[in-house]
């Protein structure tokens, strides 16, 4: 069963810039597509981006296109979702999760079979 722990959400004001990390164990991390989620109070969880095994097809929720950027560094066991141009639309909860599907847009929580416990991020105006 992997595990997959969030990290680096926090307090950024509108404008700004947070880096999240979503550190994965296991051997074979390199092998899935990795998803960012997140979750507003009140709301369902929305697809943010996915990544797949190479890097080689990344996709973007429309809302954050040309602000966030998704990559990875499978040494590391490790995805990225750097955040610029802060909203304080973009305040949730922020998941990465694990796809064992081989196709598919990567944008449904369902396409996803392991979760991280989440990483608040709150942006001020």
């Known amino acids: 069963q992997v595990q997959l722990v969030e990290s680096g959400g926090g307090l950024a004001q509108a404008g700004g810039s947070l880096t999240l990390s979503c550190a994965a164990s296991?051997?074979?991390?390199?092998?899935?597509?990795m998803g960012w989620f997140r979750q507003a109070p009140g709301k369902e969880r929305e697809f943010v981006s996915a990544?797949?095994?190479?890097?080689?097809?990344?996709n973007y929720a429309d809302s954050v296109k040309g602000r966030f950027t998704i990559s990875r560094d499978n040494a590391k066991n490790t995805v990225y979702l750097q955040m610029n141009s802060l909203k304080p639309e973009d305040t949730a909860v922020y998941y990465c999760?694990?796809?064992?599907?081989?196709?598919?847009?990567?944008?449904?929580?369902?396409?996803?079979?392991?979760w991280g416990q989440g990483t608040q991020v709150t942006v001020s105006s």
């Open positions: 999760a694990r796809s064992p599907i081989l196709s598919g847009s990567y944008g449904q929580v369902n396409d996803y079979d392991s």
């Open positions: 296991g051997r074979t991390f390199n092998m899935y597509t």
């Open positions: 990544i797949n095994w190479s890097a080689g097809r990344i």
